[in-house]
């Protein structure tokens, strides 16, 4: 496993490297070694922030956590990547899929506890096309954090959505 460090606002110091090499080496066991780890560390004034990215056959482990100390936000980074591994192994066994970027001891142990994805409600509803910008107008209406709807410019499902800073985004498929 390959651990990739880089800093914003912040000088990565050896003690800072020396704790992140630590606490997400402990992942090691579930990765192959050529998996690579990709470790950003920021500063926002009194915001310490960890985001840790693992590319994985497809798909992407990630987890994001801010404090104001940034060794605690790295505690709790490590804890939330491996609840998420968890679930990840539970839907790879369910699939029958191959865990290329896994060991392979990982995914035939059974003995950790497995988080099983629950839907617990369905929800319909119609879906009208409209611009963008009126879905956005929709979702404040809703008091939602986002919203799905049929964009009247391309027909295809869209999902605009809130992002910090007062800004929306927009999720449109890849055709």
Request: proline share 3%; hydrophobic share 35%.
């Amino acid at each position: 496993m390959k651990i990739i460090i880089s800093g914003k606002n912040i000088d990565v110091t050896a003690g800072l490297r020396s704790a992140v090499e630590s606490k997400l080496g402990k992942l090691e066991r579930y990765f192959t070694a050529d998996t690579e780890v990709y470790v950003t560390l920021s500063v926002e004034k009194d915001r310490q922030k960890i985001e840790v990215t693992i590319p994985v056959k497809g798909n992407i482990i990630r987890s994001e956590q801010t404090s104001n100390d940034m060794y605690v936000s790295i505690d709790l980074v490590e804890e939330i990547i491996e609840r998420q591994l968890r679930k990840y192994k539970t839907k790879l066994i369910a699939q029958h899929q191959s865990g290329g970027s896994f060991q392979p001891e990982y995914l035939e142990n059974d003995d950790e506890e497995d988080e099983e994805v629950k839907i617990v409600r369905t929800k319909k509803f119609d879906i009208k096309p409209m611009y963008p910008e009126d879905a956005c107008v929709q979702m404040e209406l809703l008091g939602h954090s986002f919203y799905v709807f049929c964009n009247a410019e391309t027909d295809q499902v869209n999902v605009v959505y809130r992002r910090k800073g007062n800004t929306y985004g927009l999720i449109e498929p890849e055709v």
